[in-house]
């Protein structure tokens, strides 16, 4: 076999095959034989039919074409070896000539991932939040505690703003009373905007026993979406009373005996959440510059499948699981389909981008992943996934994507090479210091958000 390769443009080449008919041998011998396995001859045993009679029979370009569907793949992942490329995706496969007992030649025009030239990234500086933790963040932390151990007591007297009242729906979408339109027993806090837009107005001044009716817009169910009538009944009307903040509340809210020690330990998890965000927020600005330091060119194709594969989660997963669609979904962000498109297509460019950028800086830093890497990449995405960890490492196992694994935690540690030689500074002018033991796993959650829908390559087969 002899092959060529034509570079067409940065991301796309044309390869160029001749294959001699002797190399076809074997893909012939398993032509005749599942044709053998395939048709009976009235005087032969089944799989016993000589070529000839085949030939006769049933032609000789149907063998052939069996063959070449055979051999193509074989010879064109030959052709990518020999020509080095690191190809992207399904090629173009075009048979030029096919002489029976002479040659066969092809082409196959295939994307391929771009060579690039990573530039010193040492001198990257950015600037992120100080981390800063209030007197007022301490005290709205241990409120949302207190609120947690808030008791209630019914009274009787009219709804008001931060009760809990208990609650019989029935709503009724053009007259008739929907299946899954009725609801009883329902306990609701007033202000907490959990259920229905409309439903604080219409409860409130209402006392046990009372009842309202109003308009408004399913939120999930079979009618999601639609304009409903309402029918809101008060069963009951408690008041939530919070807990006195002083040192008991500080026993039965946590491990300490003091309100003081437990506004300490508030402050320190604020503080950790802080130098968290921090973190993320360092990363995904030395991101940004290291994008901006790299000339990437995008392979079209696979920037039309990456736009899809996002058009296709969002709509069929994302928004079906909370009862929406795409023009409902658009419409609460206050955004046009142009704006959509427009901020789809950037979020998928950047994705590859990233992908292309990070697995470069594997190869140019040598980066390598150990099992105790991913195996910890591996809980973390099982427990993300609402799966035990060896349920997730089946699946993982069974649908062969350990690599694409593999390739999430080595973009991780690649990232996390170029934050520690970046110059983060907060709001303040300090020099931040984010070398820690967890810096390569909070990396690899940042390039994996960058990226977000860009996934392993598909399959390396032609297609003729």
Known sequence: MKSAVETLNPTRVRLTVEVPFEELKDSLDAAYKKINQQVTVKGFRKGKIPARIIDQRFGRGAVLEEAVNDALPKFYTEAVNEAEI???????VDITELKDGETLNFTAEVDIRPTLEIPDFSGIEVEVDAVEVTDDDIAQSVEQLRERFASTSPVERAAEDGDVVTLDLEAKVEGEVLEDGVASGVSYTIG??????????AVKGLEAGGEATFTSELKGGSAAGKEAEVTVKVSQVAARELPELDDDFAQLASEFDTLDELKADSRKRLENMKQYDQATQAQERVLEKLLELVEVPVPEK??????????????????????LDLPK???????????????TREAAVKGIKTQ?????????????????????HLMRRAASSGMSPDQ?????????????????????????????KATVKDTNGEIIDLDDEDEAEQATETAEAAEGAADAEPEEKPEG
Not at 329 to 343: A, C, D, P, R, V
């Open 192 to 201: 907490s905007g959990e259920l229905l837009d409309g439903i604080d107005d």
């Open 356 to 376: 292309f950028v990070l697995d470069e800086l594997v190869k140019q830093e040598k980066l390598n992943v150990n099992q105790e890497e991913l195996t910890e």
């Open 86 to 92: 690191d190809v992207l995706g399904q090629p173009e």
């Open 392 to 420: 997730f490492a089946q699946a993982v196992v069974e649908g062969g994507q350990v690599p694409l694994l593999v390739g999430e935690v080595a973009r991780g540690k690649a990232l996390a090479v170029v934050v520690e």
């Open 302 to 323: 696979l920037l039309e499948d990456e736009i899809n594969t996002r058009k296709h989660n969002l709509e069929h997963h994302q928004l079906g699981q909370m009862g």
């Open 329 to 343: 979904y658009l419409e609460i962000q206050g955004k046009t389909e142009e704006e959509f498109e427009t901020e």
